[in-house]
């Protein structure tokens, strides 16, 4: 599903692995990169102007595929939403997709605040 395909750093992305986004305290810090890495917790902290965009595509990926979200990561995911509503490159990323693939995410087309 390409709406779960987001072009990524290869170091970081080998480094987030499978670890639960979220918020930390410390963390590894990569160069300029706002994203940080707690590894001892397994914990993942996007920067600021993507967590929005996280947000919706696991919550799609819940509707779409039954992806189980902890009451914790719903309430994260909400709130993520609301504070970085869809630019306008994800609302033409979001087209693109659901004209290749004849779905969007309505989180992204039919954005609301949760």
Request: proline residues 4%; hydrophobic residues 30%.
């Amino acid at each position: 599903d390409l709406h779960n395909l987001v072009p990524a750093v290869g170091l970081i992305n080998g480094q987030r692995s499978n670890h639960n986004w979220g918020m930390v305290s410390g963390g590894e810090r990569y160069g300029t990169c706002t994203i940080r890495i707690d590894s001892s917790i397994r914990r993942v902290q996007p920067p600021d102007a993507v967590r929005g965009d996280i947000a919706r595509i696991m919550l799609y990926m819940q509707d779409t595929y039954g992806f189980r979200l902890s009451r914790q990561d719903q309430q994260l995911y909400a709130a993520w939403n609301n504070i970085d509503p869809p630019d306008a490159w994800e609302i033409e990323r979001d087209r693109r997709i659901a004209k290749l693939q004849g779905k969007g995410n309505e989180y992204v087309s039919s954005y609301r605040r949760l």
